[in-house]
């Protein structure tokens, strides 16, 4: 493969491949949370999950207004790390008889999922920032929020609820 046959050249490019990188995943997110809503027990587990989805839906639509700012069409790439962190869940939670167990690594298991966004929101807005891409890194920024708290709510229902399962 020759140079110029690699479609990454730029910082330009490899800011959009980011962002069809995370685009992605969230759809990857927003099909694993459904399965999560089923499979957790603890009423405050599934809906911490249903509170997600819905804004997982939101952080859909923002990643669509930011490409629109760059005059991009929506377009995800493979992203082969979420993938992996999903089927991880998948397999375990498979392994697992107990439900108050289950609902413990489904926790665990979604906070890997938050942590993963956490590090390409906060790449993608400190990107926009040096690209002077103002309100790209804005919209992000509302969307990174939303991560940290999913991330610190499982945290305390974690604390809380779950982790004293047998
Ligand atoms: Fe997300
Ligand atoms: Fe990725
Ligand atoms: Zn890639
Ligand atoms: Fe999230």
């Known amino acids: 493969m020759g140079l110029f046959s690699k479609d990454i050249q730029t910082m330009d490019d490899l800011y959009l491949h980011t962002l069809e990188d995370i685009y992605y995943a969230e759809q990857q997110i927003e099909k ?9 027990s603890d009423g ?12 997982t839906k939101d952080q859909l639509q923002r990643l669509e207004d930011v490409f629109s700012i760059l005059d991009k069409k929506p377009k995800g790439v493979n992203c082969p790390a979420i993938d992996g962190i999903i089927k991880e869940a998948d397999e375990l ?9 289950l609902d413990a690594a489904l926790a665990a298991a979604a906070q890997a999922v938050e942590h993963y966004e956490m590090a390409r929101y906060g790449t993608l807005i400190a990107w926009s920032q040096e690209m002077g891409r103002t ?9 990174l929020a939303e991560e940290e708290a999913a991330d610190k709510k499982l945290t305390q229902i974690a604390e809380k609820r779950l982790n004293k399962a047998p």
């Open 93 to 101: 939670s498979k392994e697992i008889g107990d439900e108050k167990v």
């Open 32 to 40: 694993a949370l459904h399965k999560m809503i089923d499979k957790a």
């Open 44 to 55: 405050a587990l599934k809906e911490a999950f249903e509170k997600h989805l819905q804004e």
């Open 135 to 143: 309100e790209c890194a804005d919209i992000l920024k509302r969307t």
